[in-house]
C-alpha cells in the first residue's frame, strides 16, 4: 500500500522558517521524482519544488531562493526547508511522488502552513 505522510507543518510569523518532511512507503522511493506542491484557498495547486532521483532540482518561481528540497533515500523521506516566509505562502502542502514511464502518481494528504504577522 503507497502511503505519503507529511508532517512539519505549522503556524509560523512572517520572515520565519519550516521544514516539511514527507515519508514513503509502499513503493521503491529511489526511482521516484519527488515533488512539493502547495494549494491556497480559491487557487489551483501548483509547483513548490522537486527533486529527481539523481539530485536535480526544480523550484517554482515563488519559493526560488527561499526554499530548498532534499531527499534521503536512506529513510524514503524528502524534505521541504522553508525559509523567508512570506504570508502569501500560506497553503496546503502536498507531498507527491511521480514516476512517469510507469504512470505512477501519488499524493500525500496535505499539511497545512499557516504564515500570519
Known amino acids: 500500500q503507497v502511503q505519503l505522510v507529511e508532517s512539519g507543518g505549522g503556524l509560523v510569523h512572517i520572515g520565519g522558517s519550516l521544514r516539511l518532511s514527507c515519508v514513503a512507503s509502499g513503493f521503491e522511493f529511489d526511482w521516484y521524482e519527488m515533488g512539493w506542491y502547495r494549494q491556497a484557498p480559491g487557487k489551483q495547486r501548483e509547483l513548490v519544488a522537486s527533486?529527481?532521483?539523481?539530485?536535480?532540482?526544480n523550484f517554482g518561481d515563488s519559493v526560488q531562493g527561499r526554499f530548498n528540497i532534499s531527499r534521503d533515500d536512506a529513510k524514503n523521506t524528502v524534505y521541504l526547508q522553508m525559509n523567508s516566509l512570506k504570508a502569501e505562502d500560506t497553503a496546503v502542502y502536498y507531498c507527491n511522488a511521480e514516476r512517469w514511464v510507469l504512470g505512477h502518481n501519488y499524493w500525500g494528504q496535505g499539511t497545512q502552513v499557516t504564515v500570519s504577522s
Open positions: 527533486i529527481t532521483t539523481s539530485g536535480k532540482t
